[in-house]
């Protein structure tokens, strides 16, 4: 069965800290997505890699595919950062073969 | 540009009423997309279109129909509601389907089925 793990499931940062948040998956992936979603239950797309780094200002998504994991790091984080983050992995050519994490919670304490 | 528009917000209904809830998007992208998102789960699909007039089945439709009269919008309906069709629904799309394609969202309808 495709499966995709993320760690923590919840995470309680102080503002200014460095975030991980990690993704694992099972079998070998055409792509992998990071979304966040806000409180109020938008859904953006923040990055999607096949293969090493990417960044967007304060957000770095890292992956290696031979042991099938991901990264999202958050650096000099801050409250506006609170949000839920998802990974979703594409096990096929299109995105109806997305499998979807369950998704880290981040809150960022001023 | 408004992106994807998904109307209602909210939404009570009782067991055995019917629904639809609407999807539009103005990017002219030919993939569009339902899920449902349980508490504590990830997402899930329930169907999808690769353009006008062609759907597919995703992962968890029974219980929900589509259709794609044109490029634009994507209706999700509800016959029948059950309790456990309770759940935030979100609609996407992306152009051409592809996997290393970026997924535009609307902002959700949280459905309560009583």
């Known amino acids: 069965k495709n499966e995709v793990e993320q760690s923590p499931q919840n995470l309680t940062a102080q503002e200014g800290e460095f975030i991980t948040i990690n993704c694992s998956y099972s079998v070998g992936i055409s792509a992998l997505h990071w979304l966040q979603q806000h409180p109020g239950g938008g859904i953006v797309s923040l990055f999607m890699?096949?293969?090493g780094k990417k960044k967007h200002g304060r957000l770095i998504a890292t992956i290696n595919i031979q042991e099938k994991h991901s990264s999202l790091h958050i650096t000099a984080s801050h409250p506006r950062d609170s949000a839920v983050y998802i990974c979703?992995?594409?096990?096929?050519?299109?995105?109806?073969?997305?499998?979807f994490g369950k998704g880290t919670k981040l809150s960022v304490k001023p | 540009n408004a992106g994807v528009t998904q109307t209602p917000k909210f939404r009570i209904l009782k067991i055995g009423q019917s629904m639809t809830l609407q999807c539009t998007q103005d990017?002219?992208?030919?993939?569009m997309y339902w899920y449902r998102q349980d508490p504590g789960m990830g997402l899930k699909l329930i169907y999808y279109?690769?353009?006008?007039?062609?759907?597919d089945k995703g992962e968890v439709p029974n219980g929900y129909n589509v259709s794609r009269s044109t490029t634009e919008d994507f209706p999700l309906r509800l016959e029948l509601a059950a309790p456990s069709q309770t759940s935030v629904y979100f609609c996407?799309?992306?152009?051409?389907?592809?996997?290393?394609?970026?997924?535009?969202f609307g902002s959700g309808t949280q459905l309560s089925v009583l």
């Open positions: 979703a992995v594409n096990y096929g050519g299109s995105q109806g073969n997305l499998i």
């Open positions: 890699l096949s293969s």
């Open positions: 996407a799309s992306s152009y051409r389907g592809r996997a290393n394609e970026k997924l535009f």
């Open positions: 990017m002219n992208h030919n993939y």
């Open positions: 279109s690769v353009g006008a007039g062609i759907t």
